[in-house]
């Protein structure tokens, strides 16, 4: 299994930017598809952006053109460009890696695909 650690989250203004980052251990990550999810308070957890081994990338509608996935494989680490912040993306951010390495899977946006999670950072964008 994939050991994850994200880092990079705060408070921020609306407009603002930041970037998350998602370090692995245990398992490289140029194998498996990595993704990012959030949860806001009250509500269920929700697909942000992943990006496959193969290097395809899917985004949900609500942060297409703002936010951006990449990796640096070299680093074992995954990040998340977020610019222009609204205040409905106040969250808890995600990173999860996919079960199995080299594998494609049916919808790499389905968080049923992921089996290691990261324990969360607080993004918060204020008004």
């Known amino acids: 299994q994939v050991q994850l650690v994200e880092s990079g989250g705060g408070l921020v203004q609306a407009g603002g930017s930041l970037r998350l980052s998602c370090a692995a251990s245990?398992?490289?990550?140029?194998?498996?598809?990595m993704g990012w999810f959030r949860q806001a308070p009250g509500k269920e957890r929700e697909f942000v952006a992943t990006?496959?081994?193969?290097?395809?990338?899917y985004y949900a509608e609500s942060v297409k053109g703002r936010f951006t996935i990449s990796r640096d494989n070299a680093k074992n680490t995954v990040y998340l460009e977020m610019n222009s912040l609204k205040p409905e993306d106040t969250a808890v951010y995600y990173c999860?890696?996919?079960?199995?390495?080299?594998?494609?899977?049916?919808?790499?946006?389905?968080?049923?695909?992921?089996?290691?999670w990261g324990q969360g950072t607080q993004v918060t964008v204020s008004s």
């Open positions: 245990g398992r490289t990550i140029s194998g498996y598809g």
């Open positions: 990006n496959t081994w193969f290097g395809s990338t």
């Open positions: 999860a890696a996919h079960r199995r390495p080299q594998t494609v899977v049916a919808d790499p946006r389905n968080a049923a695909e992921f089996g290691s």
